[in-house]
């Protein structure tokens, strides 16, 4: 059969360029700074071996049985003490929460649920290829907002959504997507000033705010900024957490915050995408919040992360310093940090050197969803052991250099 009769959606779909390193990642003596995956030793095994056998053999008419489409009240109860006890949220019941397969699944129900072929939204540029390829399904409208060390210019946020009122169009735009905290791909947190900003702009034009934090667990150094949706609720916000970057991405669990109203239409959407998030990985993450303190156990790894981190920037000021033109975010936390280039460079193009000289990174071009960032790269320090990362830098370095005089741009 030659013609499939593809839909337009189906026809524009394309291989995610994450999906596709990690089969180079097997290559004998590859380093890779690509995919941000956690570092396995972090894995707390043999506290959820424990749990799981018990959830298995003594509960398991629920957990290896179809679950309600709005998650297991057992996790939602304690994340929800979780939220209270670790970020200050108050006030929410089990109605205020969707559990999702992985965040990933969230940003798809959202959507689903809030986007229309004229629909606009406001991104940051780059923006998390994750959330850019869930919103263009839908719909390509995209307003970028370019991103400092302070997070989205919300001094062209501004500007913008006046001219969007001016001409008429305001009521197109269905929300602004951030991710707060040691951004992806960036590594960059929106700052306390700008998040009121970005609050008071969403009262003044009656927006929603899709905040994205992932990583906010993940703090290495600095004082934690308080969310958005602690700051103005669940009637301005919608928070999306996960577990998979602190607990197992195996497990994939997501966690959908905000309007019972808004829960409830996600939930609907879900039951015509996958009907349930899996009973038995649910359960066991709600067993294992209520025996084990996770922000304790996390601290390990946190530490862990924050030698890698700081030997990377240590690294890349080593071997780029010398060359102008190059510079770098310093994240306070999470798993990145994005490198830019001069301009002429092109890391899509650059990654074949790469390749040969047994380095990967994710090109800048993958977190546009209309183009640009073509001389940026995003590193992730997570994964790779010390050693891999000193001498991966230095790979890195050969390749850029490589690159540069073949191209005659240095």
Not at 55 to 74: A, K, N
Request: aromatic share 10%.
């Amino acid at each position: 059969m030659k013609d499939f009769k593809f839909s337009n959606t189906g026809k524009k779909l394309t291989s995610s360029i994450i999906r596709e390193l990690l089969k180079d990642v097997s290559i004998p003596g590859m380093i890779s700074f690509g995919g941000g995956v956690p570092d396995p030793s972090t894995f707390p095994r043999y506290e959820l071996s424990e749990i799981t056998q018990k959830v298995i053999e003594e509960e398991f008419s629920y957990s290896l049985q179809y679950g309600p489409t709005e998650g297991d009240d057992v996790l939602k109860k304690a994340y929800i003490e979780y939220l209270k006890k670790n970020e200050g949220i108050k006030g929410l019941s089990t109605e205020n929460l969707l559990i999702t397969v992985g965040s990933q699944s969230a940003l798809f129900l959202l959507s689903l649920v809030l986007l229309d072929k004229d629909s606009k939204y406001f991104v940051s540029k780059p923006v998390y290829l994750g959330a850019a390829s869930a919103f263009s399904m839908r719909s390509t409208n995209h307003i970028d907002l370019p991103l400092s060390e302070n997070g989205i210019d919300t001094e062209l946020l501004e500007k913008k959504l006046a001219e969007l009122a001016s001409s008429g169009e305001i009521k197109n735009v269905k929300f602004i997507y951030v991710i707060p905290n040691f951004h992806n791909p960036a590594g960059v947190t929106l700052s306390l000033e700008r998040r009121k900003k970005l609050l008071e702009l969403a009262d003044k034009y009656d927006l929603l705010i899709v905040e994205d934090d992932p990583y906010g667990d993940l703090r290495y150094e600095g004082e934690a900024i308080p969310s958005m949706f602690k700051m103005a609720g669940k009637d301005r916000v919608l928070l999306l957490k996960t577990f998979s970057k602190v607990l197992s991405p195996g497990m994939r669990l997501g966690f959908v915050i905000g309007h019972e109203e808004f829960i409830r239409k996600l939930v609907l959407a879900k039951q015509a995408v996958d009907l349930c998030s899996p009973s038995l990985t649910q359960r066991i993450a709600g067993r294992f919040l209520q025996k084990y303190d996770l922000k304790e156990l996390l601290k390990p790894t946190i530490d862990m992360y924050r030698k890698k981190k700081d030997l990377m920037l240590e690294e890349l000021k080593k071997n780029f310093s010398d060359m102008q033109g190059v510079h770098w975010t310093k994240p306070q936390g999470g798993l990145f940090i994005w490198l830019t280039l001069p301009e002429g460079f092109d890391t899509m193009e650059m990654m074949d050197y790469g390749k040969k000289n047994g380095i990967l990174f994710i090109p800048g071009a993958a977190f546009s969803i209309g183009g640009g960032c073509d001389n940026s790269m995003r590193l992730s320090f997570c994964l790779p052991p010390e050693k891999d990362i000193v001498e991966g830098v230095k790979r890195l370095k050969q390749t850029v250099l490589e690159y540069g005089k073949e191209k005659g741009l240095l």
